[in-house]
């Protein structure tokens, strides 16, 4: 991949303003709002992030029961009690499309280009100007304004105003990455986990917050570390964030509420984050040095 991270992080609001401007929105909506059942959503990669931001929307807008998975679930999960599928994925027609979509559930499809397989319900978005990169922002970051523009009914402003850079200042040298997330903050906080692992600019451990007050918490006195907060001013978060900076390297906290809108806008603060700490090694996100296993393994069709 070509090293561009700058070029495509420049790019990203007006991508999105694009997408937003050129796809059939109004169609979107009207098949997003037809899901009234319990509705599993699913997508790798990038898409992972996609596909847990679309369950949370889903659940909250509809108010349907929703689960995110991956692809390779569909092979051992009972599907017992689900009656439709959405599946994440920019192209449309990778590997993990199909394996999500062999099932006898309501098929949809949130992609940038339409799939031609039988009974599979097409939410296509726009993307005029493809987006050159090994870690997907753009590609990210537009299906999530779609979801979040149906979710807001169609409020783009509050989109676009949530996308600007963030700066950041701090030594990234450490062992690990500790971040403390929750099912309000899982897709951003599963971007950072995604990106830091598939670049290579960091060893990232997610924590649930209450999960942490039983026992997670001896990594942080053998190794030095930094926390990646995410603060919803909670009284747990108020212990947490009082304590955490006797134990850790540094304490980054990034301030949140519970909403879909204030998740959004976490996980472009998450983007310029991964961007920092790739800069301060002099590495691009957008053109990673990837092990060369990754040419036998990201297009495997075989069984699961």
Do not use: W
Not at 237 to 247: G, N
């Amino acid at each position: 991949m070509e090293k561009n991270m700058k070029e495509n992080f420049e790019k990203m609001k007006g991508r999105v303003f694009d997408s937003l401007c050129d796809t059939d929105l109004e169609r979107i909506n009207y098949e997003l709002a037809k899901i009234d059942e319990a509705t599993l959503v699913s997508g790798v990669g990038g898409s992972s992030v996609v596909s847990t931001y679309a369950s949370r929307i889903l659940n909250e807008k509809n108010g349907v029961i929703t689960r995110s998975v991956e692809p390779r679930d569909f092979n051992y999960l009972n599907l017992i009690g689900y009656k439709n599928v959405l599946a994440c994925s920019y192209s449309g027609n990778n590997y993990g499309v199909t394996l999500t979509l062999l099932n006898n559930l309501k098929h949809y499809l949130l992609a940038s280009k339409e799939n031609d397989t039988d009974g599979i319900t097409n939410l296509t978005y726009c993307c005029k100007d493809s987006e050159k990169s090994f870690i997907s922002l753009a590609a990210t970051l537009i299906p999530c304004s779609i979801l979040l523009n149906y979710y807001l009914d169609n409020d783009q402003e509050k989109i676009m105003d949530s996308i600007h850079s963030y700066d950041y200042s701090f030594d990234t040298i450490c062992s690990t990455y500790e971040i403390f997330s929750g099912l309000e903050t899982s897709s951003a906080s599963k971007f950072l986990e995604s990106t830091m692992v598939e670049s290579g600019i960091g060893v990232p451990i997610v924590h649930d917050k209450y999960s942490y007050c039983h026992g997670r918490s001896t990594l942080s006195t053998t190794s030095n570390n930094i926390a990646i907060y995410f603060n919803l001013n909670t009284d747990l978060d108020k212990l947490l964030i009082s304590e955490l900076p006797k134990y850790y390297k540094d304490v980054i906290l990034l301030d949140a509420d519970n909403s879909c809108l204030s998740e959004y806008t976490l996980l472009v603060r998450c983007m310029y984050l991964t961007k920092y700490i790739a800069e301060k090694q002099y590495k691009d996100l957008s053109g990673v040095d990837y092990n060369p296993i990754v040419k036998k393994l990201y297009k495997y069709n075989g069984k699961l």
